[in-house]
């Protein structure tokens, strides 16, 4: 392949995330220590929904027992439908919407959270099937949730987040008064 | 003598009264002879025979004015009908509003041939397309209640539909003279299509206050449902003008011209299509620009439509025999060339930009533009995609990728494209692979799959929603660096070097004239515009 434009092949270049992505994080979500979310908004204003590395289900070498989509008797995230460009029909999402309950397999439970309002347009069925996902690849393949903004709204969804710069801050800052 | 029956006498009584020209009335009794509308109206100086005792069965003398022949067959009547008053020689006609009479003359002939003249088209034939304010409808459907009575008392078979269209007899007026002014131009032959797509502007002065602008066509059913009764609040037959239509312009339209061929797109940053954000330009120039701007200035055009068979990612290359595509080209002044001077404009396309180059470019015809979107969804493409793997690998480590034939996969909508795609899950298929070794962290993959099949998505997983991936098949993170794609051929011959595509000798290139009629006449009163629509419950189409 002749390219008339040299690429620099010696370093990695962006991932996939670095590339169309910006990531915003919630620290301690509904006061809970250190269940940190992070929402990856892509640049198109479609956004992600996982797991922080900072989160407890992802240290300690925890496994997970059981991902639970169901969060009420009268609503679950798995009957969730959209139909055509629009996406008709997704369920709305605030930011304290809980969108799973995770069970671990020494009985601790979390309760995963929006984090931003928007349409829900799919939950990740694959981690259900296989939860390895989750805990090795939280960034990627063991997202949680695709949540679409409002067009509107679209350019707010940082506001109320941190940017990354600010999350390592608050990392830092609890590593070193472990209390 | 024209051929007005004894049936027509009272009709042309009635008309002639109440103030119709001579051709309205020639329409009211359905006369289809194009000729006899040729004839001078009342403000030319030709000599006439009055006829007045000829029979009206004979058959009709040259050269005689035609409203001497109206009267006279008037006045052969006989039965005390000699003192049905003449209508006054230079009044303007209630049902025509003037549009029969002055503007049928050949001093208006020679203005619209001076209009094309101007802007310098190059054609063969013309077509006249004319469009009229909305009350001449109502006047004309004013008139025919009036007659309809004698009409339907005389000649049971006569109906509205019969009467000859303002526009059809407009046209026979004057077509012959436009010709002549413009050098014995063949007339393009659809005689009697009205151009029902005409607006005129004058609906909106009217029917402003009921915020609804209407068509034409709609107007005139309307006005055809309308029972008599219905009618009451509108004279019949219609009063007197105080004032005539005026000419409110004279607009050519060239056809536009197809132009086709095969580009290729040597950039990774150039869309194919401008690429404006909140009227802010993000990108350069784009390829469609790059194409169409030699050929703007060649064929004379100032707009075209774009349209290719496919499209790639802007970052994306397009190398081999290049992408089909085809361009319209709108009211081109000029559209004749030679293959030499087509050759000449792919060259400038070429040298003007190292960008994109172009090849096989011709002249085509219409339903080209459909045949290139046809077979996409069957092509097969080929790709060339510089991968990179997070883990070292090793030559041997890639081979197997080679073995892989007819690999489906399940592609979730990806997420770049997500938020103006529906959500979707699509089977494609990878027809075969072939990996060459570069570095121990960067291979180049080569595809051939089905068209629709998401690349970047198959290499890096895409969040695992299209599965299986290149990241799965080798067992560690993958990314794509650079991705280049070949169409294959297009199934149809129609862009292969040295087949210029259907002959476009048959084609007739067409002029159009659009003559807009507009004028401060008298207005109907807007009660009656609201009334008329309180016979349709449903909205009919606005024009915006």
Known sequence: MDCKEEIDLSAPGPSVIERYFTRWYKADVKGQACEDHCILQHSNRLCVLTLAETHPILQDGRTIKNINYKISNGCSRLNNKVAGKSKRGGQFLTEFAPVCRITCTDETEYTIYSCMRGRLLEVNEDILINTSLLLKKPSTDGYIAVILPKFEESKLVGENLLSREDFEAVVSKRANSPN | ?????????????????????????????????????????????????????????????????????????????????????????????????????????????????????????????????????????????????HVKKEMREKVMTRVKDDIVPLKEAFKWSVQGLIATELGGVYLGDEPCSLQLFDFVSILWHYVCSCSDVFLLVHNVEIVSYCPPHGFRHYPTPPGRPTSICTSQAIQCLHTSIYVAGRYNKYSRSLSQTPW?????????????????????????????????????????????????????????????????????????????????????????????????????????????????????????????????????????????????????????VIHSMNASFRDPHHFYLRLKTQAGTYIKEFVHGDFGRTKPNLCQLLKMDTDILELDVEVGNCGTSYFQKGNPGKSTGSMTRIVQLGLDFSGDFPRLDVENVIFFFSFQKTRLKQYT
Request: proline share 5%; net charge neutral; charged share 30%.
């Open chain 2, 1 to 145: 003598m024209l051929p007005l029956k004894e049936k027509d006498k009272p009709v042309v009584q009635k008309l002639l009264s109440s103030g119709c020209c001579a051709r309205c009335v020639l329409r009211f009794c359905c006369v289809l002879v194009q000729s006899l509308y040729r004839q001078p109206g009342e403000d030319e100086s030709e000599e006439g025979t009055r006829t007045a005792t000829e029979q009206s069965d004979d058959p009709p003398k040259k050269r005689m004015k035609l409203d001497d022949g109206l009267k006279g067959s008037e006045a052969s009547a006989g039965s005390g009908d000699a003192e049905a008053p003449p209508a006054p020689a230079l009044s303007h006609c209630v049902v025509c509003l003037g549009v029969l009479q002055e503007y049928c003359s050949r001093d208006h002939a020679r203005k619209v041939a001076e209009a094309v003249k101007t802007e310098d088209y190059h054609f063969e034939t013309i077509l006249l397309s004319v469009s009229l304010p909305a009350q001449l409808c109502v006047r004309e459907h004013s008139c025919w209640l």
């Open chain 2, 276 to 428: 404006i954000i909140d009227g802010r330009r993000m990108m350069e120039s784009s390829v469609e620009e790059l194409i169409a701007e030699p050929l703007a200035s060649s064929f004379r055009s100032k707009g075209f439509n774009f349209s290719s068979s496919g499209r790639e990612d802007v970052d994306v290359r397009t190398l081999g025999k290049g992408r089909p595509f085809a361009m319209e080209m709108l009211n081109p002044h000029r559209y004749r060339f030679t293959k030499m001077e087509m050759k000449k404009i792919q060259e400038t396309i070429n040298t003007s930009s190292d960008k994109i180059a172009v090849r096989d470019l011709q002249i085509v015809t219409r339903e080209c533009m459909g045949h290139m979107k046809e077979g996409e969804e069957e092509k097969t493409k080929s790709y060339t995609a510089l991968v990179w793997t997070q883990k070292p690998i090793e030559k041997d480590d890639i081979i197997f990728l080679d073995d892989i034939k007819e690999l489906t996969l399940d592609q979730k909508t990806p997420l770049r494209v997500l938020h103006r795609r529906a959500l979707a899950v699509r089977q494609r």
